[in-house]
């Protein structure tokens, strides 16, 4: 048939005709059916492609580190000197335990914890990356404030 014939054809019906069965259910399944041939070709292509982007940039990661300088320490790591001052256990408990604890034990509490702040403070100097002095020094200055707390009240 020849577009001529097929439009010579049209011009003759001359209205909308109604086919002889609903046409629906096979478009539906035909479209069902070509997207389902779609969705199952493209999975497998995107989940290879995902893997193969992960492990390219799993290497790329573990070469970086790889020929990454490694850094050189400049200083030694700090400890504490022996002859650094560290507040007595026994200071802490008459602190504690005996509200009136006597002025001169309170003092000398006060200078221990002085000159352990002190300390402290200077090993940070050397080592400023050094947590554990962080964490020493806030235990020396919250016994430094419980000690002068004590010795105001009494």
Same mark, same amino acid.
């Given at each position: 048939?020849?577009?001529?014939?097929?439009r010579?054809g049209?011009? /003759? !019906? &001359? &209205?909308?005709?109604?086919? $002889?069965? $609903?046409l629906w259910?096979?478009?539906?399944?035909?479209?069902?059916?070509?997207?389902?041939? /779609?969705?199952?070709?493209?999975?497998p292509a995107?989940?290879?492609?995902a &893997?193969? %982007?992960?492990?390219?940039g799993? !290497? %790329?990661?573990?070469?970086q580190l790889?020929?990454?300088p490694?850094?050189?320490?400049t200083?030694q790591p700090?400890?504490?000197?022996?002859n650094?001052?560290?507040p007595?256990r026994v200071i802490?408990?008459?602190?504690?335990? $005996?509200?009136?604890?006597p002025r001169?034990?309170l003092?000398n509490a006060s200078?221990?914890?002085?000159d352990a702040?002190?300390?402290?403070?200077?090993? %940070?100097?050397?080592?400023? $990356?050094a947590?554990? %002095? !962080?964490?020493?020094?806030? /235990?020396?200055?919250?016994?430094?404030l419980?000690v002068?707390? /004590?010795?105001y009240? &009494?």
């Amino acid at each position: 048939m020849s577009e001529f014939e097929w439009r010579n054809g049209m011009r /003759k !019906v &001359g &209205g909308p005709v109604e086919p $002889d069965r $609903d046409l629906w259910p096979d478009i539906a399944s035909r479209i069902s059916a070509v997207a389902q041939e /779609k969705r199952s070709s493209r999975v497998p292509a995107f989940a290879i492609a995902a &893997g193969v %982007l992960v492990a390219s940039g799993a !290497v %790329l990661f573990a070469w970086q580190l790889q020929n990454q300088p490694v850094p050189q320490q400049t200083t030694q790591p700090t400890t504490l000197a022996a002859n650094t001052p560290v507040p007595k256990r026994v200071i802490n408990n008459v602190v504690e335990n $005996d509200e009136h604890a006597p002025r001169k034990v309170l003092a000398n509490a006060s200078d221990e914890l002085n000159d352990a702040s002190a300390s402290i403070q200077q090993a %940070l100097e050397q080592r400023p $990356d050094a947590v554990f %002095l !962080v964490n020493l020094l806030n /235990k020396t200055n919250s016994q430094r404030l419980r000690v002068m707390k /004590k010795s105001y009240a &009494g």
